[in-house]
């Protein structure tokens, strides 16, 4: 039986990695809330406005064709995800509650059918608060600050190669620097959120871990619940019927003991 997952945690602590190879372990649908933010910062944020009235507009078309809308979402993000203009845009978006329900509620309506995985710093208390897995990927700051300026030095060394390098005169510290002053800012931006998602769901500490130990980590709790939901029932029925028979009738089990 599919269920939802719901996945928050502090930027780069993992989600968008995890939350891929998981969703496709498990042959789930992925939804990252965080591309909805950069998507309308992209589309409904023209002259310095939030165009709010074309948001509800693109809610209702995109209720009515969801897996289409999360397509082109998707193929936007892809385009514009080093986009800093965007990045900056999105976090404003972020903090309008008006929005944060929209994106949320479109969330809630899609993933009624369940079998999806849901990524985002609410994710596990706004979006979904009752998936039936609730997680919150957590790693030291020095962990994630090593994370993501190794991820933007393996994007560079491959842009350097093709010649379009955006970091052209930056040494490895001032790379460090930006990462490190990015990073807590989200985390001060997600605190509240994050320390709520940490009182409601199972939280990993990936910092000693690697990618494939935390994905086994969460399958032996997907494959668990799985489990115990679909033999709940036939543990129950076999308890009532070996009660049933030990009170009509004396038997003798394996000759360890009797019962009379
Ligand atoms: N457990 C892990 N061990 C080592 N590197 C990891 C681990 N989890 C994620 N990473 C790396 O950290 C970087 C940031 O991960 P990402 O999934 O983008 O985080 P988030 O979506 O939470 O911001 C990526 O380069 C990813 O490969
Ligand atoms: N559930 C979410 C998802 C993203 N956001 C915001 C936070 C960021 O400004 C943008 C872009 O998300 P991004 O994945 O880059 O952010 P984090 O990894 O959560 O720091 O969206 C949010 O406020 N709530």
Redesign the pocket.
């Known amino acids: 039986m599919k269920i939802n997952i719901a996945i928050n ?12 190879k998981l969703s496709e372990k498990l042959e789930y649908q992925l939804i ?1 809330s ?1 591309v909805f933010y950069r998507y309308f910062a992209k589309k409904f944020y023209l002259n310095n406005i939030i165009q709010i009235n074309e948001i509800y507009l693109f809610k209702d078309e995109m209720l009515n064709n969801p897996f289409y809308h999360l397509k082109e979402i998707e193929h936007v993000n892809t385009q514009f995800y080093q986009d800093l203009t965007i990045s900056q845009r999105a976090s404003e978006i972020a903090k309008v509650q008006e929005i944060r329900s929209i994106i949320n509620e479109i969330i809630q309506i899609i993933t009624k059918k369940k079998g999806f995985v849901v ?1 985002g710093r609410d994710a596990t208390t706004k979006i979904l608060p009752d998936a039936k897995i609730k997680l919150v ?1 957590d ?1 030291e700051i020095e ?2 600050v090593c ?2 300026v ?2 933007i030095l ?1 994007v560079e060394r491959e842009a350097k190669i093709q010649q379009s390098s955006q970091l052209n005169n930056l040494t490895e510290l001032e790379i460090i620097g930006k990462v490190l002053s990015d990073i807590l800012k989200r985390d001060f931006d997600a605190y509240e959120l994050i320390l709520e998602a940490k009182k409601v769901a199972t939280i990993i500490n ?2 000693n ?3 494939e ?2 994905l086994a980590k969460i399958l032996r709790h997907v494959y668990w619940y799985n489990f115990s939901n679909d033999n709940l029932l036939h543990v129950i029925i076999f308890m009532i019927i070996f009660f049933i028979l030990i009170r009509s009738q004396p038997i003798k089990l394996f000759g360890l003991f009797k019962i009379e």
């Not at 502090?10 to 995890?18: D, H, L, V």
């Open positions: 945690g502090p930027a780069s602590s993992g989600k968008t990695t995890i939350g891929k990252d965080s990524l990927l790693a962990t994630r994370r993501r190794k991820q393996d990936t910092s871990l690697s990618i130990q935390v």
